[in-house]
């Protein structure tokens, strides 16, 4: 299923969560918590200010960003867990 963000929103799949903490210690799904990074799957086409002027997203597909712990909604595609942010929610891009 493709999906189409509007305004200035995005939908993000966040980075895989660690399995194993690094003493060795395998931990359980209940215990893990949910990254803040993610990876941009698609951008919409950015705010409209009231006079009417559209303002481009200053992110792009492939841009691996961090978000607030409770960012967002939560929403399935294709049976994969993604997010749908604001850009605003949006509080760095990583560079690697």
Do not use: N, Y
Request: proline share 5%.
């Amino acid at each position: 299923m493709k999906i189409v963000p509007l305004h200035d929103r995005l939908v993000v799949k966040r980075a895989g969560e660690e399995e194993v903490s690094k003493g060795g210690i395998i931990i359980p799904e209940s215990a893990k918590e949910k990254p803040v990074e993610a990876e941009i799957v698609a951008v919409g086409p950015g705010k409209r200010l009231d006079s009417g002027q559209r303002i481009e997203p200053s992110v792009k597909v492939g841009d691996t960003v961090m978000f607030a712990k409770w960012s967002g909604s939560e929403i399935k595609i294709d049976g994969e867990e993604h997010l749908i942010l604001r850009e605003d929610e949006v509080l760095a891009v990583i560079e690697r």
